[in-house]
């Protein structure tokens, strides 16, 4: 059975494929599902024999256990070498200091989450290098940049299969694929490029934890003894941790520093969807999609714990394209009613925006529009069961 989703405009819809989550026998297991979706979305097609085939993932930040499992990734891989190409799993380094700030620190994070050869039969590369200057420079034509900053083993690989686990972000409001290639494929340079908002505190709800000063990478924020926090506009990146880990909700974006709020956040996601652009721009039809919608958390998985999600679990979905598959994950969970007991301070209702209910002053789908604009994709698809 499909359904095509009806708010697009014109245009040919994309096939996303989807399987939900009900199982009473091993034929309907998460891992069958994935390795149906594999052949479903035809990505066999897309790996060249012998190809170097990235299988990109996020790790996990130490303290997180809602990435997505390296279960999923050893069928996946084992799919591709079905395929004829020759599969590694990747990841770049963070911006921030956490655990995957340098190659080294990042492995370690990934065994302790799972990856090894031994679970996943292949080889985990950390794409840009030991501390993220294995940099190639993609020339684009975007609104923001004219090149971007991509990781080295992104570039090379011959294609791409990539893994991401659907939830909120507390900049882009949702994290899907699109986020994943932005973040995911960029440099730490790459990751600054697409960061430059500026954040501040209001002191009158501050309680001077010192939370914000104990995340930020750059110690830009600053709590003194006795004093509410203060962030170095000079010194501060625009990484958000302080945003996510302040839990009185005492960091706001600096909009003085930044003009208008959308526009700032709409500057912030055109600049991240430049980028995603970018890592995949020299791949056509060689790059294949799958996102989990479950454990659909109010944060990324760069943030060092889970939170309760916000919906029920959803399903596994895989497509060709990115702006496709991401649209159709954030309609699935915003059809869903979400949970009271979670970070959700609104928008509880079915049909409401969920992204929006835990982080108000986000755009998230501003991605949409950006990423068609670049010709990434379409918004217009056809939801196929599986
Ligand atoms: S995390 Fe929030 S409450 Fe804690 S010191 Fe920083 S701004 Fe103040
Ligand atoms: S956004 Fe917050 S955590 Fe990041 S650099 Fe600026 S002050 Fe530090």
Same mark, same amino acid.
């Given at each position: ?113 799972? /990856? ?57 409001? /949702? ?23 500026? /954040? ?187």
């Amino acid at each position: 059975m499909s359904v095509q989703n009806q708010d697009a405009k014109s245009g040919e819809a994309a096939k996303v494929y989807f399987a939900d989550l009900r199982a009473r026998n091993h034929h309907d297991s998460k891992m069958s599902k994935v390795a149906r979706l594999f052949d479903a979305a035809g990505f066999a097609g897309l790996i060249r024999k012998n190809g170097l085939i990235a299988v990109k993932m996020h790790f996990g930040e130490r303290g997180n256990d809602t990435f997505t499992s390296p279960v999923f990734a050893r069928v996946v891989v084992d799919k591709i070498r079905e395929a004829g190409g020759r599969p590694f799993l990747t990841d770049t380094n963070t911006l921030y200091s956490g655990s995957r700030h340098n190659a080294i620190d990042h492995l370690l994070t990934a065994y302790e989450h799972g /990856f090894s050869f031994a679970t996943v039969n292949a080889p985990i590369i950390i794409a840009d290098g030991l501390r993220s200057n294995a940099c190639g420079e993609v020339p684009i034509e975007g609104k923001h940049f004219k090149s971007v900053k991509i990781a080295q083993g992104i570039l090379e690989a011959s294609g791409m299969i990539v893994l991401s686990h659907f939830k909120g972000h507390e900049m882009a409001g /949702f994290g899907g694929a699109i986020k994943n290639l932005a973040m995911g494929c960029a440099t730490a340079a790459g990751k600054k490029d697409q960061h430059s908002i500026r /954040f501040t505190v209001d002191e009158g709800k501050c309680v001077s934890c010192g939370e914000c000063q104990r995340v930020c990478p750059v110690g830009a924020a600053i709590v003194r003894r006795g004093e509410k926090a203060k962030i170095n506009a000079e010194r501060c990146i625009g990484c958000g941790e302080c945003v996510t880990v302040c839990r009185v909700k005492a960091v706001d974006i600096d909009w003085t520093s930044c003009g208008s709020g959308e526009k700032a956040m709409h500057d912030f996601t055109e600049r991240m969807v430049e980028y995603a652009h970018g890592a995949v721009v020299g791949k056509k039809d060689r790059v294949g999609y799958i996102n989990f919608l479950m454990n659909i958390t109010p944060d990324c998985d760069c943030v060092p714990w889970s939170d309760a999600p916000m919906v029920p679990d959803i399903g596994i979905l895989a497509s060709h394209d990115p702006v496709a598959l991401d649209k159709a994950c954030f309609d699935l969970v915003n059809q869903q009613a979400g949970f009271h007991s979670s970070h959700l301070s609104c928008n509880c209702e079915a049909g409401k925006d969920k992204f929006k209910g835990v982080w108000s002053h986000t755009t998230g789908e501003h991605q949409f529009t950006a990423a068609v604009n670049l010709g990434m994709g379409t918004t217009h698809y056809e939801l196929v069961n599986i």
